[in-house]
Protein backbone atom coordinates (compact mmCIF):
# COMPACT_ATOMS: atom_id res chain seq x y z
CA UNK A 1 0.00 0.00 0.00
CA UNK A 2 1.32 3.89 -0.81
CA UNK A 3 2.02 6.16 1.75
CA UNK A 4 -0.76 8.24 0.32
CA UNK A 5 -3.30 4.80 0.58
CA UNK A 6 -2.40 4.58 4.23
CA UNK A 7 -2.86 8.40 4.88
CA UNK A 8 -6.58 8.17 3.47
CA UNK A 9 -7.36 4.70 5.00
CA UNK A 10 -5.86 5.80 8.51
CA UNK A 11 -8.11 9.13 7.77
CA UNK A 12 -11.12 6.89 6.89
CA UNK A 13 -10.74 4.65 9.94
CA UNK A 14 -10.77 7.11 11.95
CA UNK A 15 -13.96 8.94 10.54
CA UNK A 16 -15.96 5.69 10.55
CA UNK A 17 -15.33 5.27 14.07
CA UNK A 18 -16.48 8.42 14.94
CA UNK A 19 -19.25 8.05 12.66
CA UNK A 20 -20.42 5.57 15.35
CA UNK A 21 -20.05 7.74 17.89
CA UNK A 22 -21.55 10.95 16.62
CA UNK A 23 -25.17 9.61 16.37
CA UNK A 24 -25.16 9.31 20.05
CA UNK A 25 -24.79 13.36 20.69
CA UNK A 26 -26.97 15.45 22.27
CA UNK A 27 -28.27 18.69 20.36
CA UNK A 28 -26.88 20.59 23.00
CA UNK A 29 -23.13 19.25 22.77
CA UNK A 30 -23.61 19.84 18.71
CA UNK A 31 -24.81 23.26 18.99
CA UNK A 32 -22.13 23.79 21.71
CA UNK A 33 -19.67 22.77 19.08
CA UNK A 34 -21.11 24.51 16.04
CA UNK A 35 -21.18 27.72 18.79
CA UNK A 36 -17.36 27.35 19.24
CA UNK A 37 -16.49 27.50 16.18
CA UNK A 38 -18.08 30.72 15.72
CA UNK A 39 -16.21 32.46 17.81
CA UNK A 40 -12.86 30.51 17.05
CA UNK A 41 -13.06 31.45 14.27
CA UNK A 42 -13.41 35.14 14.75
CA UNK A 43 -10.96 34.49 17.48
CA UNK A 44 -8.12 33.15 15.14
CA UNK A 45 -9.42 35.71 12.51
CA UNK A 46 -5.49 37.34 11.88
CA UNK A 47 -4.32 33.62 11.49
CA UNK A 48 -7.18 32.81 9.51
CA UNK A 49 -6.67 35.62 6.67
CA UNK A 50 -2.76 35.66 6.96
CA UNK A 51 -2.89 32.00 5.58
CA UNK A 52 -5.58 33.57 3.01
CA UNK A 53 -3.56 36.19 1.87
CA UNK A 54 -0.65 33.98 1.00
CA UNK A 55 -2.94 31.78 -1.20
CA UNK A 56 -4.29 34.59 -2.75
CA UNK A 57 -0.85 35.96 -3.28
CA UNK A 58 0.25 32.36 -4.98
CA UNK A 59 -2.53 32.52 -7.12
CA UNK A 60 -1.83 35.80 -8.76
CA UNK A 61 1.52 35.04 -9.38
CA UNK A 62 -0.01 31.73 -10.89
CA UNK A 63 -2.10 33.96 -13.36
CA UNK A 64 -5.14 32.89 -11.59
CA UNK A 65 -8.16 34.92 -13.41
CA UNK A 66 -10.10 37.39 -11.16
CA UNK A 67 -13.05 35.47 -11.19
CA UNK A 68 -11.51 32.47 -9.92
CA UNK A 69 -9.28 35.01 -7.19
CA UNK A 70 -12.72 35.89 -5.65
CA UNK A 71 -13.83 32.46 -5.10
CA UNK A 72 -10.59 32.35 -3.24
CA UNK A 73 -10.65 35.51 -1.42
CA UNK A 74 -11.31 35.60 2.47
CA UNK A 75 -11.75 39.01 4.46
CA UNK A 76 -13.30 39.87 7.67
CA UNK A 77 -16.89 40.34 6.52
CA UNK A 78 -16.65 37.47 4.60
CA UNK A 79 -15.26 35.66 7.54
CA UNK A 80 -17.80 36.75 10.03
CA UNK A 81 -20.42 35.76 7.62
CA UNK A 82 -19.10 32.38 7.28
CA UNK A 83 -19.55 32.28 10.79
CA UNK A 84 -22.67 33.79 11.25
CA UNK A 85 -23.89 30.60 9.13
CA UNK A 86 -22.49 28.46 11.70
CA UNK A 87 -24.19 29.97 14.26
CA UNK A 88 -27.64 29.18 12.38
CA UNK A 89 -27.08 26.00 12.42
CA UNK A 90 -26.93 26.26 15.91
CA UNK A 91 -30.68 27.40 15.65
CA UNK A 92 -31.91 24.83 13.02
CA UNK A 93 -33.49 21.83 14.58
CA UNK A 94 -31.47 18.91 14.94
CA UNK A 95 -32.73 16.24 12.10
CA UNK A 96 -31.32 13.22 14.10
CA UNK A 97 -33.67 11.09 15.56
CA UNK A 98 -36.99 12.56 13.71
CA UNK A 99 -39.67 10.20 13.68
CA UNK A 100 -41.96 10.00 10.58
CA UNK A 101 -44.96 8.54 9.41
CA UNK A 102 -45.58 6.85 12.35
CA UNK A 103 -48.43 4.59 12.47
CA UNK A 104 -50.28 1.55 13.88
CA UNK A 105 -50.88 -1.10 11.81
CA UNK A 106 -54.28 -3.86 12.02
CA UNK A 107 -51.54 -6.31 13.36
CA UNK A 108 -51.08 -4.27 16.35
CA UNK A 109 -47.69 -3.42 15.03
CA UNK A 110 -45.94 0.13 15.31
CA UNK A 111 -44.23 1.20 12.30
CA UNK A 112 -42.04 4.26 11.42
CA UNK A 113 -39.12 5.63 10.13
CA UNK A 114 -35.94 7.16 12.25
CA UNK A 115 -34.05 10.22 11.12
CA UNK A 116 -30.92 8.83 11.37
CA UNK A 117 -27.01 10.54 9.55
CA UNK A 118 -25.86 9.00 6.75
CA UNK A 119 -22.08 7.76 7.86
CA UNK A 120 -18.72 9.56 6.69
CA UNK A 121 -19.16 11.97 4.13
CA UNK A 122 -16.27 12.66 2.00
CA UNK A 123 -16.34 15.99 0.26
CA UNK A 124 -13.60 16.86 -2.57
CA UNK A 125 -13.93 20.64 -3.93
CA UNK A 126 -12.09 23.71 -5.27
CA UNK A 127 -11.57 27.48 -4.57
CA UNK A 128 -13.86 28.56 -1.89
CA UNK A 129 -12.39 28.45 1.52
CA UNK A 130 -15.93 28.66 3.29
CA UNK A 131 -16.72 25.58 1.56
CA UNK A 132 -14.53 23.20 4.67
CA UNK A 133 -16.60 25.23 7.07
CA UNK A 134 -19.89 24.44 5.97
CA UNK A 135 -19.40 21.40 4.68
CA UNK A 136 -17.93 20.38 7.99
CA UNK A 137 -20.48 22.01 10.23
CA UNK A 138 -23.49 20.83 8.01
CA UNK A 139 -22.11 17.13 8.89
CA UNK A 140 -21.90 17.91 12.41
CA UNK A 141 -25.12 18.88 13.33
CA UNK A 142 -26.21 15.47 11.08
CA UNK A 143 -24.32 13.15 12.80
CA UNK A 144 -22.06 12.89 10.20
CA UNK A 145 -18.67 11.83 9.75
CA UNK A 146 -16.37 14.22 7.13
CA UNK A 147 -13.28 14.00 5.27
CA UNK A 148 -12.47 17.07 3.25
CA UNK A 149 -10.10 17.43 0.39
CA UNK A 150 -9.85 20.77 -0.96
CA UNK A 151 -7.80 22.08 -3.81
CA UNK A 152 -4.36 23.28 -3.72
CA UNK A 153 -5.03 27.35 -4.55
CA UNK A 154 -6.40 27.30 -1.22
CA UNK A 155 -4.22 24.72 0.81
CA UNK A 156 -3.17 27.02 3.40
CA UNK A 157 -6.59 28.37 4.44
CA UNK A 158 -8.06 25.18 3.94
CA UNK A 159 -5.41 24.04 6.93
CA UNK A 160 -5.95 26.23 9.10
CA UNK A 161 -9.40 26.36 8.83
CA UNK A 162 -10.02 22.41 9.64
CA UNK A 163 -7.81 23.44 11.96
CA UNK A 164 -9.68 25.66 13.99
CA UNK A 165 -12.67 23.27 13.47
CA UNK A 166 -11.18 20.59 14.80
CA UNK A 167 -9.80 22.00 17.75
CA UNK A 168 -12.79 23.94 18.76
CA UNK A 169 -15.15 20.78 18.07
CA UNK A 170 -12.92 18.47 19.62
CA UNK A 171 -13.22 20.93 22.69
CA UNK A 172 -17.17 20.96 23.32
CA UNK A 173 -17.00 17.16 23.53
CA UNK A 174 -17.20 15.99 19.70
CA UNK A 175 -15.64 12.92 18.55
CA UNK A 176 -11.93 12.73 17.77
CA UNK A 177 -11.57 11.72 14.06
CA UNK A 178 -15.02 13.75 12.98
CA UNK A 179 -13.41 15.77 11.11
CA UNK A 180 -10.55 14.64 9.22
CA UNK A 181 -8.67 17.42 6.70
CA UNK A 182 -6.48 15.86 3.69
CA UNK A 183 -3.29 18.28 3.95
CA UNK A 184 -1.72 16.76 0.48
CA UNK A 185 -2.18 18.53 -3.10
CA UNK A 186 -0.96 15.16 -4.45
CA UNK A 187 -3.95 14.35 -6.91
CA UNK A 188 -3.60 10.66 -6.64
CA UNK A 189 -5.23 10.86 -3.54
CA UNK A 190 -8.70 11.59 -5.29
CA UNK A 191 -8.62 8.43 -6.84
CA UNK A 192 -7.73 6.60 -4.01
CA UNK A 193 -10.22 8.31 -1.64
CA UNK A 194 -12.97 7.11 -4.58
CA UNK A 195 -11.82 3.56 -3.69
CA UNK A 196 -12.67 3.51 0.00
CA UNK A 197 -16.65 2.42 -0.62
CA UNK A 198 -16.11 0.59 2.76
CA UNK A 199 -15.27 4.13 4.57
CA UNK A 200 -16.94 6.52 3.19
CA UNK A 201 -21.54 6.52 2.58
CA UNK A 202 -21.23 9.59 -0.10
CA UNK A 203 -18.68 11.45 -2.15
CA UNK A 204 -19.77 14.86 -3.12
CA UNK A 205 -17.49 17.02 -5.84
CA UNK A 206 -18.12 20.45 -5.96
CA UNK A 207 -15.58 22.63 -8.91
CA UNK A 208 -15.15 22.10 -12.19
CA UNK A 209 -16.94 20.27 -14.72
CA UNK A 210 -13.83 17.79 -15.43
CA UNK A 211 -13.60 17.09 -11.32
CA UNK A 212 -17.32 16.32 -11.04
CA UNK A 213 -16.60 14.00 -14.22
CA UNK A 214 -13.58 12.06 -12.93
CA UNK A 215 -15.76 11.48 -9.45
CA UNK A 216 -18.75 10.12 -11.06
CA UNK A 217 -16.79 8.06 -13.51
CA UNK A 218 -14.76 6.35 -10.96
CA UNK A 219 -16.47 6.31 -7.43
CA UNK A 220 -17.10 3.50 -5.61
CA UNK A 221 -19.76 4.62 -3.67
CA UNK A 222 -22.62 6.98 -4.35
CA UNK A 223 -22.14 10.54 -5.96
CA UNK A 224 -24.45 14.05 -4.78
CA UNK A 225 -23.30 15.79 -8.38
CA UNK A 226 -24.07 19.65 -8.49
CA UNK A 227 -22.90 22.90 -8.42
CA UNK A 228 -22.38 23.78 -12.35
CA UNK A 229 -25.38 26.31 -12.60
CA UNK A 230 -25.69 27.30 -16.30
CA UNK A 231 -28.77 29.95 -15.05
CA UNK A 232 -31.62 31.38 -17.51
CA UNK A 233 -33.56 34.84 -16.98
CA UNK A 234 -36.56 34.74 -19.44
CA UNK A 235 -38.03 38.20 -19.45
CA UNK A 236 -41.49 37.76 -20.79
CA UNK A 237 -43.93 39.76 -23.06
CA UNK A 238 -45.74 40.72 -19.66
CA UNK A 239 -42.69 41.50 -17.65
CA UNK A 240 -42.75 44.68 -15.64
CA UNK A 241 -39.57 46.22 -16.91
CA UNK A 242 -38.01 48.46 -13.91
CA UNK A 243 -38.82 44.97 -11.75
CA UNK A 244 -36.94 42.95 -14.99
CA UNK A 245 -34.22 45.48 -14.98
CA UNK A 246 -33.58 45.42 -11.19
CA UNK A 247 -33.48 41.13 -10.87
CA UNK A 248 -31.46 40.93 -14.35
CA UNK A 249 -28.93 43.18 -12.63
CA UNK A 250 -28.67 41.26 -9.45
CA UNK A 251 -28.60 38.12 -10.63
CA UNK A 252 -25.84 38.90 -13.32
CA UNK A 253 -23.71 41.69 -10.93
CA UNK A 254 -24.02 40.66 -7.41
CA UNK A 255 -21.52 38.26 -7.68
CA UNK A 256 -20.54 36.48 -11.12
CA UNK A 257 -17.87 33.89 -10.33
CA UNK A 258 -20.89 31.82 -8.37
CA UNK A 259 -22.58 29.09 -10.16
CA UNK A 260 -25.67 30.66 -9.55
CA UNK A 261 -25.35 33.89 -11.23
CA UNK A 262 -27.01 34.41 -14.62
CA UNK A 263 -25.44 33.14 -17.50
CA UNK A 264 -28.05 33.54 -20.33
CA UNK A 265 -30.93 36.55 -20.73
CA UNK A 266 -33.71 35.52 -23.32
CA UNK A 267 -36.27 38.45 -23.76
CA UNK A 268 -39.36 38.39 -25.59
CA UNK A 269 -39.75 40.16 -28.89
CA UNK A 270 -42.92 41.80 -27.75
CA UNK A 271 -40.82 43.97 -25.24
CA UNK A 272 -36.99 43.44 -25.99
CA UNK A 273 -36.65 47.09 -27.66
CA UNK A 274 -37.89 48.40 -24.35
CA UNK A 275 -35.98 46.03 -22.13
CA UNK A 276 -33.07 45.71 -23.80
CA UNK A 277 -31.51 48.75 -24.38
CA UNK A 278 -32.76 49.27 -20.48
CA UNK A 279 -30.66 46.09 -18.91
CA UNK A 280 -27.82 47.20 -21.57
CA UNK A 281 -27.16 50.61 -20.06
CA UNK A 282 -27.59 48.50 -16.47
CA UNK A 283 -24.73 46.04 -17.08
CA UNK A 284 -22.38 48.68 -18.90
CA UNK A 285 -22.31 50.54 -15.23
CA UNK A 286 -21.55 47.16 -13.82
CA UNK A 287 -18.53 45.97 -16.42
CA UNK A 288 -20.58 43.34 -18.19
CA UNK A 289 -19.90 41.85 -21.58
CA UNK A 290 -23.15 41.26 -23.58
CA UNK A 291 -22.96 38.52 -26.04
CA UNK A 292 -26.01 38.85 -28.23
CA UNK A 293 -27.49 37.17 -31.30
CA UNK A 294 -28.43 39.10 -34.61
CA UNK A 295 -31.79 40.14 -33.13
CA UNK A 296 -30.74 41.55 -29.44
CA UNK A 297 -27.53 42.83 -31.15
CA UNK A 298 -29.39 45.35 -33.49
CA UNK A 299 -31.62 46.51 -31.08
CA UNK A 300 -28.81 47.45 -28.55
CA UNK A 301 -26.36 48.79 -30.98
CA UNK A 302 -29.17 50.93 -32.29
CA UNK A 303 -29.23 52.53 -29.05
CA UNK A 304 -26.21 53.56 -28.81
CA UNK A 305 -25.03 53.24 -25.31
CA UNK A 306 -22.05 54.37 -23.85
CA UNK A 307 -19.21 52.00 -22.42
CA UNK A 308 -20.75 48.68 -23.63
CA UNK A 309 -18.75 45.75 -24.35
CA UNK A 310 -21.07 44.24 -27.05
CA UNK A 311 -20.17 40.95 -29.42
CA UNK A 312 -21.93 38.87 -31.39
CA UNK A 313 -22.70 35.86 -30.03
CA UNK A 314 -21.26 32.56 -31.03
CA UNK A 315 -23.14 29.07 -30.68
CA UNK A 316 -21.58 27.68 -27.75
CA UNK A 317 -21.88 30.98 -25.68
CA UNK A 318 -25.91 29.40 -25.14
CA UNK A 319 -25.13 26.76 -22.84
CA UNK A 320 -21.59 28.11 -21.03
CA UNK A 321 -21.27 28.89 -17.10
CA UNK A 322 -19.28 32.05 -17.37
CA UNK A 323 -18.24 32.37 -14.23
CA UNK A 324 -17.23 36.17 -15.39
CA UNK A 325 -18.63 39.53 -16.39
CA UNK A 326 -20.14 38.11 -19.29
CA UNK A 327 -23.81 37.36 -20.48
CA UNK A 328 -25.03 35.76 -23.36
CA UNK A 329 -28.26 37.38 -24.63
CA UNK A 330 -31.12 35.88 -27.07
CA UNK A 331 -34.68 37.60 -28.19
CA UNK A 332 -37.62 34.78 -28.43
CA UNK A 333 -40.64 34.91 -30.28
CA UNK A 334 -42.71 33.30 -27.90
CA UNK A 335 -42.39 31.54 -24.03
CA UNK A 336 -42.29 28.20 -26.32
CA UNK A 337 -39.51 29.19 -27.46
CA UNK A 338 -38.14 30.40 -24.15
CA UNK A 339 -38.99 26.58 -22.94
CA UNK A 340 -37.29 24.80 -25.81
CA UNK A 341 -34.05 27.04 -25.35
CA UNK A 342 -33.63 26.07 -21.57
CA UNK A 343 -34.66 22.94 -22.20
CA UNK A 344 -31.92 22.14 -24.22
CA UNK A 345 -29.27 24.02 -22.45
CA UNK A 346 -30.33 24.54 -18.67
CA UNK A 347 -27.81 22.45 -16.63
CA UNK A 348 -30.77 22.04 -13.88
CA UNK A 349 -29.19 24.23 -11.35
CA UNK A 350 -31.80 27.58 -11.62
CA UNK A 351 -33.83 29.42 -14.22
CA UNK A 352 -36.30 32.59 -13.34
CA UNK A 353 -39.13 34.34 -15.33
CA UNK A 354 -40.25 37.95 -15.27
CA UNK A 355 -43.83 38.43 -15.82
CA UNK A 356 -46.81 39.59 -14.26
CA UNK A 357 -49.33 36.82 -16.15
CA UNK A 358 -49.93 34.84 -13.62
CA UNK A 359 -50.90 31.15 -16.05
CA UNK A 360 -47.18 31.65 -17.76
CA UNK A 361 -45.60 32.02 -14.47
CA UNK A 362 -47.29 28.94 -13.79
CA UNK A 363 -46.43 27.56 -16.64
CA UNK A 364 -43.16 27.99 -16.33
CA UNK A 365 -43.34 26.73 -12.84
CA UNK A 366 -44.42 23.98 -14.35
CA UNK A 367 -42.08 22.55 -17.46
CA UNK A 368 -38.77 24.42 -16.62
CA UNK A 369 -37.55 21.18 -14.98
CA UNK A 370 -34.67 22.72 -12.55
CA UNK A 371 -33.75 22.29 -9.12
CA UNK A 372 -34.97 25.79 -8.21
CA UNK A 373 -37.31 27.44 -10.42
CA UNK A 374 -38.38 31.36 -9.54
CA UNK A 375 -40.55 33.96 -10.79
CA UNK A 376 -40.10 37.18 -10.27
CA UNK A 377 -36.76 37.18 -8.10
CA UNK A 378 -33.08 36.82 -8.64
CA UNK A 379 -30.85 33.17 -9.85
CA UNK A 380 -28.92 34.73 -6.87
CA UNK A 381 -31.07 32.95 -3.95
CA UNK A 382 -30.29 29.48 -4.27
CA UNK A 383 -28.28 29.20 -1.38
CA UNK A 384 -29.14 27.25 1.65
CA UNK A 385 -28.56 30.07 3.93
CA UNK A 386 -30.61 32.00 1.67
CA UNK A 387 -33.55 29.46 1.84
CA UNK A 388 -33.14 28.96 5.61
CA UNK A 389 -31.01 26.27 5.89
CA UNK A 390 -27.91 27.40 8.03
CA UNK A 391 -25.39 26.93 5.19
CA UNK A 392 -25.04 24.25 1.54
CA UNK A 393 -22.99 20.97 1.16
CA UNK A 394 -23.52 21.53 -2.78
CA UNK A 395 -26.31 22.89 -5.13
CA UNK A 396 -27.51 19.40 -6.44
CA UNK A 397 -28.88 19.26 -9.75
CA UNK A 398 -29.19 15.57 -9.35
CA UNK A 399 -33.18 14.17 -9.32
CA UNK A 400 -31.68 11.33 -6.77
CA UNK A 401 -31.03 11.39 -3.04
CA UNK A 402 -31.52 15.06 -3.13
CA UNK A 403 -32.25 18.43 -5.21
CA UNK A 404 -31.27 22.12 -5.02
CA UNK A 405 -29.41 22.97 -2.07
CA UNK A 406 -28.43 20.42 0.24
CA UNK A 407 -28.39 21.25 4.11
CA UNK A 408 -29.30 18.48 7.08
CA UNK A 409 -31.78 16.83 6.37
CA UNK A 410 -30.95 16.42 2.86
CA UNK A 411 -27.41 14.52 4.14
CA UNK A 412 -29.32 12.28 6.57
CA UNK A 413 -31.49 9.08 5.89
CA UNK A 414 -33.77 6.53 7.75
CA UNK A 415 -34.31 3.51 8.98
CA UNK A 416 -38.00 1.76 9.69
CA UNK A 417 -38.60 1.55 13.58
CA UNK A 418 -41.17 -1.53 14.43
CA UNK A 419 -42.56 -1.46 18.06
CA UNK A 420 -44.71 -5.04 18.59
CA UNK A 421 -45.96 -6.96 21.42
CA UNK A 422 -44.94 -10.86 20.58
CA UNK A 423 -46.65 -10.69 16.94
CA UNK A 424 -45.85 -13.24 14.41
CA UNK A 425 -46.13 -13.58 10.79
CA UNK A 426 -49.17 -16.28 9.65
Given at each position: ?????????????????????????????KNRALL??????????????????????????????????????????????VADGVR???????????????????????????????????????????????????????????????????????????????????????????????????????????????????VVPRGS??????????????????????????????????????????????????????????????????????????????????????????????????????????????????????????????????????????????????????????????????????????????????????????????????????????????????????????
Amino acid sequence: MTTIAQELQTKGQAARQAARQLPRLSTEVKNRALLSIAEALLARQEEILAANAEDCEAAKAAGISASVLDRLLLNPDRLAGVADGVRSLADLPDPVGEMIDMRTLPNGLIVGRRRVPLGVIAAIYESRPNVTVDIASLCLKSGNACILRGGKEVIRSNTVLARVLREAATAAGVPEGAIQFIESTDRALVGEMLKMGGLIDLVVPRGSAQLINFVAENARMPVLIGGTGVCHTYVDRAADIDKGVRVAYNAKCRRYSICNALDTLLVHADIAEAFLPAIARQWAEGGIEMRCDRRSLAIIEAAQIGGLSLKPAQADDFGKEFLAPIAAVRVVDSLDEALDHIYEHSTGHSDAIITEDYSVAMRFLDEVDTAVVYVNASTQFTDGAQFGLGAEIIDSTQKTIARGPVALREITTYKWIVLGNGQTRP
